[in-house]
């Protein structure tokens, strides 16, 4: 959907254009216009209808005065109090070029329409008088010929009948006191039709101190003349009095200013019609009256406010809820070109501020904005709160002086220009930058947020009204609140709570952590703080133990499977200088100053050169954090309740990032490996130790079945092995030089050459023995050999396979050949004597059955009539076993798993064995054991059911 764009449709004032708008608003002055030195779209009556909108409040003091003077009711007095800026000085204007009937009404738009309304014909030209408490002095008289004017009523029966209406009051001028009420009706009376303005009477009064005469009168005298003269125009019906009031103390100025309205206020309050001001809506067609001469294209306009309409009900999930109601079309119609929301934060916001005039600074801060826009070429389909330039510093300069000291940083830094944050997020990530979306954003939250002081219980722009002040039909949402995400991590002073968001001229806490950040060391802060979270990240899982940032001293040198994780100043890199892999080829090698043994029980695992700059940064940022996080609980650091949540919240997110950063950063999985090469010798042919690379995913859920994953697809390691993978290891380095080789010397050799496969742990290989002796492909075994003799034969069979120094792997070809001798001795046994065969060359079972084809012989029975030779009687059978053994308590836990292998595992091979083992523990010391030791172990006792645990006295 392309829009058209608003510089397109609606043209801006010459003024506005040139950039020459503020002078000319400055020129709406009463006195000027008064006094004829006005410029023309203020001094000419139908140029200021032409760019005035007639507001509701307007049309009913208009038609309120028309009525006046024309003789047919209407209020006598009418005080227009209003905030700064709310519009009273054109009000003035407006009924001065109403009354003074310069030109006809019909060429001053709106006003046929008042008089019809009002039933009047023709309004009868009025005399005017303008008192501006600004411009008289209390103390400088004014000569007109060969009269002096000293007070404000000598001023308003001069302007009213001239020398004539002086001689009414000159004795009360001369003397400073007020003329009586009857004077005065007078006076209004003879110069009827007429219309009294009087501006800034509060900045006159003022100037009279209490008990002190000047020129002017005094304090007292000047507030019995407004009395008098209120009470005056009740009796005149075609007179009429407009005066504008401050409406706060504080506009009023110093204690003697807030003691004259107060007094104004209460004599103006007798017979006053207040004025109703100036309405959000009704101020919509005030600017575009003028601030742009024209609508050029009426149908598009309608289709550009259409297309937003249908946009935010679309999005409705996302944008505050009155962009539902069908009004919010004609919101939009009657603000374009201009984003209402842009008045609505300029109405309900900056009109807050004390200095900010509610009409002209709107009308001139716009002016400004409108003015940069057209000149930069703005594009944009309505001027939002998103558009404001404040890249530019004119219209920077206007913002901020409104605003307390302070504010220059926080938009050059945090929200536009070349050197902001946000251009520099937008050039990093064109997805942002095709639509100025960080710039956009920020401008819209500082535009909504900069009047909020820290003393609201509410601060800041919701979430929707963000949303609501910079997309554009055909842009996705998502694009800003990702925006918003990553200026949440990157602004100074940018603040977040309770879905809110605001600028605020003090830094945020991310100004704080960012400097905490620099506190931390990579040896004493930032690598134990990885190693702590590596460490969480990693279950030992398929090995026996993860060293992690551990040096090759610690690394046990011994049988079991073990994962290595190196530290982060030994990343990997498939590129340029692999400190990974020397840190370890240095582990591999050594064990602290011994050469390492079982080099092929090592894997290890490394972190990502490119990341680990990253990961350092994220671990900094978690302790900065960390550090506020626990200074506010300890009173350390001042925080309100919404920073204590934003430092908890940033705790949080930073580690769930250090979390994401720690995985996607130790991603690579290091082998060592040797491969095999033609030659003689059990170690000749082989390569140097390679060093072959895996990459880790580090999205999958868990990381130690990540890491088993990839060993497993890699054959890193085996954890299922087939006989005929270990026939071939046999064949390729053991039986070269024989027919068998020990078994736990083989398991052994595995465990220590890298060109060797990698096993598990011995289950693996003691469960390949198992399986591969039930056929006669493979090998078989025997527990020993003497004198040419193979003890426990077994091959063909299934068997329960003891792995120990006895344990011999026979070749498959010297089995079958032992296995045919066998049988031929066996044959020729039974010929010659038909007892059994026994000693140390039967063939046997590990059950101690005969081999296959040898028959065994009964006792009591033999050959050749021969009587059978006695046998001797069965010795009893040994039906228990009882064993005892004291264990070394740094030790302890190595010796029992050794005792379960070597000794417990015999009787639980065996069907119909049952075994107990009971455990007996004596701990004592001299100096007694604390509480801490003795509820621990109490607890665990109980934990791991002891039948009985307690400690006891010497007495």
């Known amino acids: 959907m392309t829009l058209k764009p608003w510089r397109e449709i609606a043209v801006p004032h010459e003024d506005v254009l040139k950039g020459s708008f503020a002078q000319a608003e400055f020129a709406a002055d009463i006195s000027r216009v008064h006094a004829g030195t006005a410029t023309p779209e203020y001094q000419n009556p139908a140029l200021f209808f032409q760019r005035t909108f007639i507001t509701e409040g307007m049309r009913l003091l208009l038609d309120s005065v028309v009525k006046r003077l024309s003789g047919r009711g209407g209020d006598p007095v009418i005080q227009l109090q209003t905030a700064f800026g709310g519009g009273k000085t054109h009000t003035m204007l407006a009924v001065y070029h109403l009354a003074s009937a310069q030109v006809p009404a019909s060429d001053m ?72 009420k009857a004077v005065l009706e007078t006076l209004l009376a003879r110069h009827a039709p007429c219309v009294i303005l009087i501006d800034e009477l509060v900045a006159y009064v003022r100037q009279f101190e209490e008990g002190k005469a000047l020129t002017g009168g005094t304090f007292d005298s000047n507030l019995s003349f407004i009395q008098a003269l209120t009470e005056a125009l009740k009796a005149v019906p075609t007179a009429v009095l407009l005066a504008s009031l401050p409406e706060s103390d504080k506009e009023a100025g110093t204690q003697h200013g807030v003691k004259a309205l107060a007094s104004l206020s209460h004599y103006f309050g007798r017979i006053q019609a207040l004025w109703k001001p100036v309405a959000t809506e009704e101020a919509f067609e005030i600017v575009r009256r003028r601030l742009f001469s024209e609508i050029s294209d009426r149908l598009a306009a309608e289709s550009v406010c259409r297309a937003f309409a249908d946009y935010y009900i679309a999005n409705k999930d996302d944008l505050p809820r009155e962009t539902q109601e069908g009004r919010y079309y004609e919101r939009l119609l009657h603000a374009y070109p201009i984003h209402p929301e842009v008045f609505d934060r300029l109405y309900e916001d900056w009109s807050s501020l004390d200095n900010f005039q509610r009409t002209r600074g709107v009308l001139k801060l716009m002016a400004k904005v409108i003015h940069r826009l057209w000149k930069d070429d703005n594009k944009d389909p309505l001027i939002m709160p998103g558009s404001l330039p404040v890249y530019d510093a004119d219209t920077r300069n206007d913002i901020i002086y409104y605003l307390p000291q302070g504010w220059d940083p926080v938009l050059e830094r945090d929200v536009d220009g070349e050197r902001a944050e946000t251009t ?203 550090s506020i996080v626990t200074d506010g609980k300890d009173g350390r650091l001042n925080l309100d309740g919404i920073q204590t949540k934003q430092a908890q919240k940033g705790l949080d997110d ?171 001795e066996e044959e020729a046994a039974r010929k010659t004597d038909p007892a059994p065969a026994s000693g140390p060359g039967s063939l046997t079972t590990g059950t101690g059955t005969p081999a296959p084809g040898v028959e065994e012989r009964k006792p009591g029975t033999g050959t050749g009539g021969t009587p059978p030779v006695p046998t ?37 091979a065996k069907h119909g064995v049952k075994v107990r083992i009971s455990i007996e523990l004596e701990a004592e010391t001299p100096l007694g054991f604390d509480d801490g030791v003795q509820r621990a172990v109490n607890e665990n006792c109980r934990v791991l059911r002891f039948s009985s645990a307690e400690f006891e006295s010497d007495q």
């Open 424 to 626: 520099g997020i937008e050039n990093q990530d064109t997805r942002l930058g095709a639509v100025q979306a960080c710039r956009r954003t920020a401008r819209a939250i500082f535009l909504g947020s900069a009047p909020s002081t820290a003393n609201q219980v509410v601060r800041g722009l919701e979430l929707e009204r963000v949303v609501l002040g910079v997309a554009i039909p055909g842009q996705q949402l998502g694009v800003y609140k990702d925006a918003l995400r990553r200026l949440g991590d990157r602004l100074h002073y940018l603040n977040s709570g309770s879905n809110r968001f605001w600028f605020d001229t003090r830094p945020n806490l991310r100004r704080e952590m960012e400097d905490r950040k620099r506190r931390f060391q990579d040896k004493e802060d930032v690598f134990p703080a990885i190693q702590d979270r590596v460490r969480k990240s990693l279950a030992t899982g398929m090995f026996t133990g993860i060293h992690v940032f551990t040096g090759s001293g610690d690394v046990p040198d011994d049988w079991a499977l073990r994962l290595v994780v190196l530290a982060p100043d030994a990343g990997f890199s498939r590129s340029g200088t692999n400190l990974a892999v020397d840190r370890a080829s240095e582990i591999l090698k050594n064990r602290g100053d011994s050469p390492r043994q079982k080099q092929n029980r090592l894997i290890f695992m490394a972190a990502d050169y490119d990341n680990v700059a990253r990961l350092r940064d994220q671990v900094r940022s978690m302790l900065a954090w960390q």
């Open 654 to 824: 930073a580690n769930d990032a250090l979390r994401r950063m720690a995985r996607e950063t130790y991603k690579w999985l290091l082998a060592p490996v040797q491969e095999a090469r033609s030659g003689k010798g059990g170690n000749g042919g082989v390569s140097e130790v390679q060093w072959e690379h895996f990459p880790l995913n580090p999205s999958a859920a868990n990381a130690s079945q990540e890491i088993e994953r990839v060993m497993k697809e890699n054959e890193l390691l085996i954890t299922e092995w087939a006989p005929i993978h270990m026939a071939t290891m046999l064949r390729q380095w053991f039986w070269k030089d024989g027919h068998e080789f020990n078994a736990l010397e083989a398991w052994q050799k595995t465990c220590q050459y890298l060109y060797l496969p990698r096993l598990k742990d011995d289950q693996v290989f003691q469960r390949t023995v198992s399986a591969g002796v039930e056929g006669q492909d493979f090998f078989a075994v025997a527990q020993g050999k003497s004198d040419g003799c193979y003890l426990g034969f077994v091959y063909g069979k299934r068997s329960t396979i003891i792995m120990d120094a006895s344990l011999l792997l026979i070749a498959p070809a010297a089995a079958q050949a032992y296995a045919e001798k066998l049988r031929a």
């Open 872 to 908: 001797p009687p069965a010795a009893a059978p040994k039906r228990r076993f009882y064993g005892s053994i004291d264990l070394d308590p740094t030790l302890a836990k190595k010796q029992f798993a050794d005792i379960v292998d070597e000794v417990v595992q015999q009787f639980t």
């Open 109 to 180: 738009p709106g006003v046929s329409r008042i008089l019809d309304e009002a039933g009047v014909t023709e309004l009868p030209q009025a005399r005017i008088a303008v008192l501006d408490g600004i411009k008289s002095s209390p103390n400088q008289p004014v000569t007109h010929g060969a009269v002096t004017v000293r007070t404000l009523w000598g001023d308003l029966a001069w302007q009213l009948g001239g020398a004539d209406g002086y001689a009414l009051v000159a004795d009360a001028d001369a003397s400073g006191t007020s003329p009586g």
